[in-house]
């Protein structure tokens, strides 16, 4: 039974649409996380990835049973593996030792809470393909292409 995301209640927690990242930063990561925090902001957006999500995801599973990981943090794990084309144990560290990608995931900058295990990180993000990845990234080449479109309507000198 997967959510797509669930926020936690905690004031400890900053929320996604508040978090700020580095715009100087020249390595791969900010700006990954940079258009994953544009992603969980724009609904219009969001809701596609999502429904593409679910379909490979949730697809034939039963409503029951134990949560698995939302299919926020999958997509953001997934993305970042790809980004950064690194391996299963270097994701595993990322995920819950980097505090701006703990941030993105939505979750307390410390372990006490949701620490992503090896094992549960490898079943659940190896499902995002790269036919999936190239999907997601349709959808958000999609939405920038609409966002230069509106700015050039503004300032024709752009």
Known sequence: MRQRFEQQLDFRITAISEIKISTKSRDELPPTLRALQYIFVTPA????????????????????????????????????????????DRLTHISNYDI??????????????NEFEYQNILDNVSQIDDEMLQKINDI???????????????????
């Open 45 to 88: 957006i969001n809701e596609k990835i999502f429904l593409l999500l679910e379909q490979k995801i949730c697809a034939g599973k039963k409503k029951i049973g134990r949560p698995g990981m939302d299919l926020w943090h999958v997509l953001v794990l997934a993305v970042i593996r790809h980004a950064l084309d690194t391996n299963w």
């Open 100 to 113: 701006l990608v703990r941030n993105i995931l939505g979750v307390l900058p410390t372990l006490e809470e």
């Open 140 to 158: 958000v080449v999609e939405a920038g292409q609409q966002l230069v479109k509106k700015r050039k309507q503004k300032n024709p000198y752009i």
